[in-house]
């Protein structure tokens, strides 16, 4: 589906639910190649930053990583920018985080989160500002270790303590409201497209008091606690600045149907229980605008297999106006290798875009899943050839050319031929030429769109063709479709021999290569460290 039809789909939702008070959520997205988010996580420098205390230094790391983000196909990014009760942007109510500095309350010299908004917004990506709403520490109850104008330390009766960790204690109304003054600063005072919780609520298996029940007094209250805070922090974003999305990425299953009818056909741990979060309520009561379940399980897994859950987390969305993301783990090897067949999955489904866990295995390209990515987001929509046109068919005379061929001032020898005085390339030539350099590029056959897609970015994955110098033949123009990222393009191609050739000055166009002929030798030269002229 493309943008247009999505923009239009979303008008028709939003009007719908503009009609219907029966749902505070709003249409957010409405195509599941359309949203592509990726988290970015920054508790212990985990995908950034690298450095600290070097503003030019972070800024540049940001951008540079946002940059391949765009070119995998990454277009919204979910940026911890409250990773432990601490902040990425200047607060009233939360300190400068320790990872930008090495010591929590430090001004960085700059507003990071300020920046990292406007760097996504220049690259036409969302921001959704991904915060950990109880989190004070991963380690250590030290208060003393804490910054003077941290609200924990102000407040040490906010806290409750497990397993050698700090958290803020979800049963506090004080806590509520802290987390709800914090989101509304963050709303008020930024242009953030979102409001982002994870999974992380009550610490993971929390015991209760002895002789309760998981279904008892206290795990009932526990889950109400967190329902008012989810319920008020929606309230406060869609007062504050109703167009600013609020979602939650809960554990993959809400509860197994061992436990509730009305749960998965799964037999893992189960996030109702575990950190006491009703996601199934935050949906049904339209708190949220959207729900990005932690799917991180392969095809056919015993204890949670993917494409069930899928399933289950589509029909409970159904008919809710929430919004369904997948959030889908490639950090695990064995669901990198098949991303592409989950997401393909997904598209059966009520399915609206993914979010990649994380933005290293991305940059790291795990089991090559960064590639299978820009494969994935990049492959063209099936065109529709309008009624009564057609493509005229020319029979041409194909010359082998002779001419000598140069890349970067290498001599290559690649079958080449001159159609009405242009010379015209194999595209897995130029591809395996010019792979590893700063214009490489990949492609792609499509029989089902009968189309060639270019994905630039991308080493070559193929073989070169033949290098021998052809014989004068006949070329037939060529019926394919050429797309470049995904975008259409229209360029003069033939095909001799059962192979498509492109002109080499069409390609290196769309390439931005440098192109030269040099008469006196009579050779054709290819330069990626130059720019088309």
Known sequence: MKKWLKKIGAAIVTASIVLSSTSMATAYAADSKDFCGVWISTVYSADYPSVQNDIAKQKAEFSQKLDKLKAVGVNAVMVQVRPKGDAFYKSELNPWSAVLTGVQGKDPGYDPMKFMIEEAH?????????????????????????????????????????????????????????????????????????????????????????????????????????????RMVSQEIKSVKADVAFGISPLGIWKNNSSDPSGSATNGGEGYYSVFGD???????????????????????????????????????????????????????????????????????????????????????????????????????????????????EKKRAYATSSAIKVNGAPVSFE?????????????????????????????????????????GLSYSGTPGGNAIGKDTTAVTS????????????????????????KLRDIAKLLDVGVTWDEGTSTIGIDTTTGYK
């Open 122 to 230: 220049k690259r036409d990506m969302e921001f959704h500002a991904w915060m950990n709403p109880y989190r004070i520490t991963t380690s250590g109850t030290d208060l003393a270790a804490l910054s003077a104008d941290n609200m924990a330390r102000k407040n040490p009766d906010w806290i409750l303590t497990y397993k050698g960790a700090m958290y803020y204690n979800p049963a506090k109304t004080e806590v509520k409201e802290y987390i709800r003054d914090t989101v509304g600063e963050i709303v008020k005072k930024y242009d953030v497209d979102a409001i982002h919780f994870d999974d992380y609520f009550y610490p993971s298996n929390y015991p209760l008091p002895e002789g309760e029940k998981r279904d008892g007094k206290e795990g009932n209250a526990r889950r109400e606690h967190i329902n008012d805070m989810v």
């Open 279 to 393: 996601a199934k309520t935050w949906v049904e009561k339209g708190w949220i605008d959207y729900i990005a379940p932690q799917l991180y399980w392969e095809r056919g897994n015993t204890y949670a297999d993917y494409e069930t859950l899928v399933k289950w987390w589509s029909n409970m969305v159904k008919g809710t106006g929430v919004t369904l993301y997948i959030g889908q783990g490639l950090y695990k090897d064995v669901v990198a290798k098949e991303i592409t067949e989950q997401l393909k999955i997904n598209e059966g489904y009520n399915v609206e875009g993914s979010i990649f866990f994380s933005a290293r295995d991305i940059f790291d390209d795990r089991q090559g899943a960064a590639t299978a990515l820009k494969k994935y987001y990049s492959a063209p929509e099936p065109s529709v050839t309008e009624p009564g046109t057609t493509t005229v068919i």
């Open 416 to 456: 080449v031929y001159t159609i009405d005085d242009y010379t015209y390339f194999k595209l897995r030539d130029i591809a395996y030429s010019i792979s590893g350099t700063a214009k490489e590029f990949d492609t792609v056959w499509n029989g089902e769109n009968s189309s060639i897609n270019l994905l630039t």
């Open 479 to 502: 019926t394919a479709k050429l797309y470049l990222d995904g975008d259409s393009k229209n360029v003069s191609a033939f095909t001799i021999n059962d192979y498509t050739y492109y």
